[in-house]
């Protein structure tokens, strides 16, 4: 069963990122595929707000992992992989304790992984629509 959510413009991300949320359930592995520039860290941020985080959040390009708290006190970890060029950098950083802590991870740039990923990572993509819209899809 495919799913898919089209966000208009920046002013309906709040909107997107509440049924994201509400539809993906209890999935905590999210797996953000998208060229660069297609908006996985703005629709992060945007899932962040809608969880209640009060954090800035951005990128950890550098990082590799933030941590944010939600609303409920709930850790929420947000990954960039950009950087990775083998998976022995990512298990260098824990990968796997935060994989398996059952918190929320938002994971950008996963194809750089893909071989840590457990089966159950829910594979999300992102595509620009010629109208500039984005349309988020998984299954």
């Given amino acids: ?5 089209i ?4 002013e309906d991300l709040d909107r997107a990122a509440g049924e994201f949320l509400q539809q993906i359930g209890e999935s905590r592995l999210v797996a953000f595929y998208a ?3 297609a908006g996985k ?3 992060i941020t ?3 707000n809608r969880l209640g985080v009060e954090d800035a959040v951005c990128s950890p390009t550098f990082t590799i992992v933030n941590e944010y708290l939600s609303a409920t006190g709930d850790s929420v970890y947000h990954f960039d992989f ?9 298990l260098d950083i824990g990968l796997e304790d935060y994989l398996y802590s059952g918190s929320l991870c938002l994971m ?18 992102i595509q620009v629509q010629s109208d500039g819209s984005r349309r988020i899809s998984w299954e």
């Fill in 7 to 10: 966000i208009k413009s920046l």
């Fill in 82 to 90: 950009y950087r990775i060029t083998k998976p022995s950098e990512a």
């Fill in 108 to 125: 950008e740039w996963p194809e750089n992984i893909e071989e840590l990923l457990p089966e159950e990572t829910l594979k999300v993509r």
């Fill in 35 to 37: 060229p660069m520039g």
């Fill in 46 to 48: 945007a899932l962040c």
């Fill in 41 to 43: 860290t703005t629709f």
């Fill in 1 to 5: 069963m495919s799913n898919e959510i």
